[in-house]
């Protein structure tokens, strides 16, 4: 199988990047050690703002529709499924009134299809589409561990495992016409969260503290 084609990898400018989502030259990232949730400028590679995310909880994974962002909060810890999605106000900062609780408290990453936003189940390897009140609507089953996703030209690119402590990660296509998956590419380390910015693909490497961008593959 093929690799993919890095074209940067670069210091993140905090330990532990975790979400990912790009917007022309800014990428939005969470940090799942300062528990920040900032703009960073793809050209100066300079944070432009952060805010603190409530409660010292982590975000795993955000998305933007509109001017608005959503984020998958939850404690770190394991042993608890208590995930939420909320709503951060770009150059603002988390949306005190709007928490909308992920299906069965589980859930890391976040797309949106166009339709409604899309939140991945790790563990599960499922994609829900979720309604305007949290409601859960069509599943899509994923054949690996989803650790990253974004929706792009149509159709859902995955970052996926089946073991995660090992290099083993992947680049998948989902149809969400026919539910069926294509494995493009791997990746070959582990990989946090999935991003494509109009032209390349962003991801990050967690636990070396970098952010990577890679070619369209596929």
């Not at 995930?83 to 299906?103: A, N, T, Y």
Request: hydrophobic share 35%; aromatic share 10%.
């Amino acid at each position: 199988m093929k690799m993919i084609t890095e074209l940067q990898r670069r210091p993140a400018p905090f330990p532990k990047p975790q979400a990912i989502y790009a917007e022309g030259g800014t990428l939005w990232l969470s940090s799942r050690q300062t528990k920040k949730f900032c703009a960073l400028d793809c050209a100066s590679w300079q944070v432009t703002w952060e805010c603190e995310v409530p409660e010292g909880f982590t975000v795993w994974g955000t998305t933007k529709v509109g001017d608005d962002l959503y984020v998958v909060c939850g404690v770190d810890a394991v042993d608890v499924d208590a995930r939420r999605i909320r709503r951060v106000r770009s150059g603002v900062g988390f949306e005190p009134g709007f928490s909308l609780p992920c299906p069965d408290g589980m859930g890391s990453h976040l797309s949106h299809d166009g339709a409604s936003l899309v939140l991945s189940q790790w563990y599960p390897q499922k994609l829900i589409s979720m309604g305007a009140d949290g409601t859960p609507g069509r599943v899509l089953a994923v054949p690996r561990q989803v650790v990253g996703q974004c929706f792009t030209h149509g159709t859902f690119y995955l970052a996926t495992t089946t073991n995660e402590e090992s290099n083993d990660y992947f680049i998948e296509r989902l149809d969400p016409a026919t539910g069926g998956c294509e494995m493009l590419a791997k990746l070959g380390f582990p990989a946090r969260g999935l991003a494509f910015d109009g032209t390349n693909f962003w991801t990050n490497h967690r636990e070396q503290n970098e952010i990577v961008a890679f070619a369209q593959v596929g």
